[in-house]
């Protein structure tokens, strides 16, 4: 099982590609769905790696992938300029979650 990244800059593409991962980088909605559907017509990439921009700016590409099908997993990664979440948005996951501060 391969894993495959799209990007939206070459600086994580090239630090995948030096790890051994193959992948693209698209800037557009219509670039994204075109490497979606040539990634997952490719039955031995088990894992799709997207930079999290993709996920706030096209949630309806990435949600309809993560809720339809079973594979490929897609996990979100933060690019070279960090995540755009909070320090502690783990901590503020688990209390909403559960509805215990810690």
Partial sequence: M???????NVDTWTG???AGVEGAVVHEKAELKRELDKVLADKEIGI??????FGKEFPDIINDVKLNRKLP?????PDRHGTGRKPNFITDYVNEAIGLKL
């Fill in 73 to 77: 997993l897609i996990v979100e990664i």
């Fill in 2 to 8: 391969k894993m495959y990244l799209i990007s939206d």
């Fill in 16 to 18: 995948m590609r030096l």
């Fill in 48 to 53: 799709i790696l997207l930079t999290e921009k």
